[in-house]
């Protein structure tokens, strides 16, 4: 049983800084990809981060990219978001995800299986 446990949320001015991880256990750790993505009271689950199985590549939404970095520990079984700058609009339920199959990162909710609990972010302005 693949599981998934976030942590690091909080409240946090904006211009601030906060560190999420997510530990995950269930299964080998380091074959696959691992997402975060965050829900916004009444709006949709939208794309934050995804990093591949070996950290070699990532992917970020715009509207995070040069703020917020991910970073895996296959030793660790461990996905971090770390969360620079942030801003008001930053403020969310943020989850963890990773995919069904082997190898494939990808970019939407759809493409992810199992998820996490999620960990509210919320930036005060």
């Known amino acids: 049983q693949v599981q998934l446990v976030e942590s690091g949320g909080g409240l946090v001015q904006a211009g601030g800084s906060l560190r999420l991880s997510c530990a995950a256990s269930g299964r080998t750790f380091s074959s696959y990809a691992m997402g975060w993505f965050r829900q916004a009271p009444g709006k949709e689950r939208e794309f934050v981060a995804a990093i591949n199985w070996s950290g070699g590549s990532t992917s970020y939404a715009d509207s995070v990219k040069g703020r917020f970095t991910i970073s895996r520990d296959n030793a660790k079984n461990i996905v971090d978001l770390q969360m620079n700058s942030l801003k008001p609009e930053d403020t969310a339920v943020y989850y963890c995800?990773?995919?069904?199959?082997?190898?494939?990162?990808?970019?939407?909710?759809?493409?992810?299986?199992?998820w996490g609990q999620g960990t509210q972010v919320t930036v005060s302005s």
């Open positions: 995800a990773t995919p069904l199959f082997r190898y494939k990162m990808g970019l939407t909710p759809g493409e992810y299986h199992y």
